[in-house]
């Protein structure tokens, strides 16, 4: 006999810029045969199409009217998960330093948190996803079976996305420091869906830790799982 099919579940991963999420969250998937879904895209989408169209991040009503108007898909392809704004693919415009900031300025606006809240709960239907984000846990997915907080010391933190960075966009090690502690103060302590681990969120410091040891705590902590 062979054994059941386990049930296919919803994975949220949460944490503050640069903890490995995105490389966990794809690893993790891959594991289980999910989707992985990059919420921070769908943010960064956002900024993009504002500011192309020249909308400022406190615009509550220019950024309604631009989240009726735009559409955004993600779409896996064998370059990765990519993403299409109005059938575009603006995948390689996303991570700069300035599309950087205004995602986190316009993350913090209703009618961006009400547009992308319904997209990302329309993609998750099905279950069988690994969601990262920030409030993925908390605030989208409140009943998701599996959730992770995933941390790692701010140096560590913005050591990675130094390196990250394109050369030409590259500022000093010291500036990078200075921009994940302002977006980490933006992301928690803005008023909707700040940033911080759902209570029942197993937390995982990944300072010292690689993406595979990180990924093999999750799935050993999911084999527990009834
Ligand atoms: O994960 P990221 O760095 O690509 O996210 C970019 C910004 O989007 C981040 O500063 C905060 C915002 N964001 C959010 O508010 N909620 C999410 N679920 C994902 C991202």
Redesign the pocket.
């Known amino acids: 006999m062979t054994s059941p099919m386990p049930p296919l579940r919803l994975v949220t991963i949460d944490g503050p810029?640069g903890a490995g999420k995105t490389t966990v969250s794809r690893l993790l998937a891959q594991h289980l045969g999910y989707r992985y879904v990059d919420?921070?895209?769908l943010?960064?989408g956002v900024a993009l199409a504002a500011m192309a169209e020249g909308i400022a991040p406190d615009d509550d009503a220019g950024l309604d009217r631009l989240c009726q108007r735009i559409r955004l898909e993600l779409t896996p392809t064998e370059r990765g998960l990519r993403l299409m704004l109005d059938g575009v693919d603006v995948t390689d415009e996303l991570r700069g330093r300035e599309v950087?900031r205004m995602?986190?300025a316009v993350?913090a606006r209703q009618p961006v948190r009400r547009f992308l809240l319904n997209l990302q709960r329309a993609l998750g239907k099905n279950r069988g996803a690994v969601f990262e984000?920030?409030?993925?846990g908390t605030v989208v997915f409140p009943d998701a079976e599996v959730k992770f907080f995933l941390d790692a010391a701010v140096e560590e933190r913005a050591r990675r996305r130094h390196a990250e960075l394109a050369e030409s966009d590259r500022p000093p090690l010291a500036t990078v420091v200075a921009e994940i502690q302002r977006?980490d103060r933006n992301?928690s302590s803005r008023q909707l869906?700040p940033l911080k681990p759902a209570p029942d969120a197993m937390r995982i410091d990944a300072t010292d830790l690689t993406p595979r040891e990180v990924v093999a705590r999750m799935l050993a902590h999911i084999d527990r799982l009834p």
């Open positions: 810029a919420t921070g895209a943010y960064r950087t995602a986190s993350s984000g920030r409030d993925m977006r992301d869906a």
